[in-house]
């Protein structure tokens, strides 16, 4: 290969130059992203945050829109993530006393030719942190974790379910 050949990934050449893939050949779909994630806490923490004693105000309220701006700005924070006009982002917020903690999903959803899986991973992430942010003075031992894509629809490759034995590595 020469310097502009590809190599084996989609964002790199053979020389190692970063570059964003065009897609501009693909065919539109529909696409979905589903991605989640946890943040661990001490009950009292979670108590507090539940019955709004948080001193930065309703925690889960505030996560649930940072997380949903995360995902439209995307591309501004991934450095090869092409511009979506996402048609849904929706950012659910549970709690689990058996953690404990709240549990995210984020839900991302675009008509066009590149998936959203960054957007989706993006909205929990930054939801996780925004929990973090707004509770920290109640508990900085906080654990951001288990972020991951769990579902992924449309495009050439179809779907992808976490767990699918037929996905390699990354399914796991």
């Known amino acids: 290969m020469t310097g502009g ?7 790199l050449r053979s020389d190692g130059r970063a570059e964003m893939v065009d ?3 693909k065919a ?7 991605a989640t994630g946890a943040v661990l806490m001490a009950p ?7 019955s709004g004693n948080a001193k930065k105000g309703d925690v889960i309220a505030v996560a649930r829109l940072a997380g949903i701006m995360a995902a439209k700005k995307t591309h501004d ?28 999903e984020a839900l991302a959803r675009v008509t066009g030719k590149t998936g959203v899986e960054m957007e ?19 508990d900085k031992a906080m ?9 992924k629809t449309g495009g050439k490759s179809g779907t992808w379910r976490a767990g699918n034995k037929d996905h390699g590595p990354a399914a796991r």
């Open 5 to 11: 050949e590809k190599s084996g990934l989609t964002h």
């Open 23 to 25: 897609v501009g050949a």
């Open 28 to 34: 539109e779909t529909e696409r979905t992203a589903i």
């Open 44 to 50: 009292e923490t979670l108590q507090a945050i539940l």
């Open 77 to 104: 924070l991934i450095p090869l993530c092409h511009p979506l006009a996402l048609t849904k982002v929706a950012v659910e917020i549970e709690p689990d006393e058996s953690l404990p903690g709240l549990k995210v």
């Open 120 to 138: 989706a991973l993006t909205a929990v992430s930054v939801t996780c942190l925004t929990i973090y942010d707004m509770a920290k003075a109640l």
């Open 143 to 151: 654990v951001i974790t288990d972020i991951r894509l769990i579902e």
